[in-house]
């Protein structure tokens, strides 16, 4: 004989099946009789229920994305199971946006410099040779990345202090790697902050920057378009 299954496409106690008894399929004739009362419940629907650090916790699946920051938990055992968790940064991917990070100030430094100078040959200068507005915003990002980060620890307020430094002939950024694995090794948290401390981290400024000079109403790189 045929069996037939109904399974819920979503999880939790609020995602029940329900049969309709007014069903035309009641065994009449040839049909086969699909009412309620000829259905057998094996699994109720149901929220999945847990703790973490002693906090009773209820969600209606089984992968959690809401309770510890940046983590998914996905709960595979039954009742009375219990599993530790430990959670470490990811020091090799925080390097690697901070090196995105250089990379990124780099190209716009090589982009305004290579396109302000004079070319001998043809005679014909960059376009932004003498132009205010591309230098107004070079010297600006270099006057934020040499810039000091208030309220941070002394040892960590500039971005030199985390082995990254401005090379004096051509303007770019350079890494020490050895400074910057160490930084991130004692002092993660306060690494962080250098970049994104409200008003004043690194990043922080410069994004606030480009908002400025971007502005579709009164940036300088729109009022000189």
Do not use: H, W
């Not at 980060?149 to 020490?176: C, R």
Request: hydrophobic fraction near 35%; proline fraction near 1%; charged fraction near 20%.
């Amino acid at each position: 004989p045929y069996k037939l299954i109904i399974k819920g496409k979503d999880t939790g106690a609020a995602k029940t099946i329900t049969v309709d008894a007014g069903t035309t399929l009641d065994g009449a004739g040839s049909t086969t009789d699909f009412r309620l009362t000829t259905f057998t419940q094996k699994k109720n629907a149901a929220d999945a229920d847990f703790t973490v650090d002693g906090i009773d916790i209820k969600r209606s699946s089984n992968a959690i994305t809401d309770v510890i920051t940046g983590v998914t938990i996905n709960l595979k055992k039954g009742v009375g199971a219990s599993s530790t968790v430990t959670v470490t940064a990811d020091r090799s991917a925080i390097k690697a946006q901070i090196n995105a990070f250089v990379t990124a100030y780099n190209d716009v430094a090589d982009f305004i410099s290579a396109n302000s100078l004079y070319d001998s040959t043809t005679k014909k200068s960059g376009v932004f040779a003498g132009e205010g507005t591309a230098r107004g915003i070079q010297e600006r990002l270099r006057s934020v990345i040499s810039g000091t980060v208030s309220g941070q620890p002394d040892d960590m307020n500039i971005l030199a202090q985390l082995g990254i430094t401005s090379n004096s002939k051509t303007g770019k950024l350079e890494v020490n790697n050895s400074t910057l694995d160490s930084k991130l090794a004692s002092d993660l948290d306060d690494v962080a902050m250098l970049f994104t401390k409200t008003s004043t981290g690194l990043a922080t400024s410069i994004y606030s920057y480009i908002d400025t000079v971007t502005s579709t109403v009164d940036g300088s790189v729109t009022l000189r378009g």
